[in-house]
């Protein structure tokens, strides 16, 4: 991968860890309960992209970009992992939301083609397990509700993903799905605003995890997925949940510890195996290409 794209990509993953931290702020202090923080998030993501993309290139090019596809999958998503977070610990939630995402996008990367080495397959055991380990302490037996809330963002997200492997446009396209989801958002605060709660606080961790780590970082993310392969993009994001343990000491006062420091080396371990065996491979094929 070019540095650009490395950069891009740590970048849109340290975005992700923020919106599971801005998420377990909110949530946690119950200052918001978790469809307005979904409709706030989405709201803001709408705004300020349309704000800084659509409307001055409105004249330029008058068709909105994404799709109501791609639309309904983020609405999906957020909607999904805000209502799961009120009965599944964060560790748990993570656990089961990236582990569903790479089976997602491993999956339609096997029925395009690819194929991980027996080195790659080294690589998501050992991201797997370093997960696993990290949120081992906070695993419990947890709510089927709550799982299957889980699951689907899981689905949702990762299919929202794939999609963007063919975004033209990766500005025009994530503010054109922010735009087309945000009415159904509406719709659904609508129908639960007797259960409506938020603060000055709630609202403001909802406003930034929207117009800041999510619509942005979004763009960023769908630069990058043209570039990797499914496979690589859905292991990479297995680092999202060690980034956002880091970011929980940091801002959240969370006791930091050894078996942080070695579980986050094991998956990001893992990650650059399987990001070196894909570099390997390529330079392989170009090898068999010339000769």
């Not at 989405?42 to 799709?67: D, H, M, R, T, Y």
């Not at 959240?252 to 195996?273: D, H, I, P, Q």
Request: glycine share 10%; with cysteine.
């Amino acid at each position: 991968m070019s540095l650009r794209t490395i950069l891009l990509t740590v970048v849109t993953l340290c975005g992700f860890a923020a919106n599971s931290v801005l998420c377990r702020l909110a949530l946690g202090s119950k200052s918001i309960d978790p469809i307005s923080f979904t409709t706030i998030r989405l709201l803001a993501g709408a705004f300020i992209l349309s704000l800084i993309i659509v409307l001055p290139k409105w004249k330029e090019q008058s068709k909105l970009g994404g799709n109501l596809v791609s639309g309904l999958c983020l609405l999906s998503y957020a909607v999904a992992f805000s209502l799961a977070y009120i009965s599944l610990p964060a560790g748990t939630g993570a656990l089961i939301l990236f582990s569903t995402v790479q089976f997602t996008m491993i999956r339609d990367g096997i029925d395009r083609g690819e194929r991980l080495t027996a080195l790659a397959w080294a690589g998501v055991c050992l991201a797997l397990v370093g997960l696993i380990w990290l949120v081992s302490p906070g695993v419990h037996a947890p709510s089927a509700l709550g799982v299957g809330l889980m699951v689907v963002a899981g689905i949702s997200w990762g299919t929202y993903s794939i999609r963007g492997r063919t975004s033209g446009n990766p500005a025009m396209n994530t503010a054109g799905n922010f735009v087309r989801a945000t009415p159904f958002c509406a719709m659904i605060f609508l129908v639960s605003i007797w259960w409506v709660h938020l603060s000055t606080y709630g609202f403001t961790l909802a406003l930034l995890s929207g117009a800041v780590t999510s619509g942005p970082c979004y763009i960023a993310w769908y630069m990058v997925l043209p570039k990797l392969p499914s496979t690589t993009a859905a292991v990479v994001q297995l680092s999202v949940p060690a980034i956002a343990a880091f970011g929980g000491v940091i801002f959240l006062g969370e006791v930091g510890s050894a078996r942080l420091c070695l579980s986050t080396l094991l998956c990001l371990g893992g990650v650059a195996t399987v990001i070196w065996s894909s570099n390997l491979t390529k330079k392989n094929q170009s090898k068999d290409s010339t000769t």
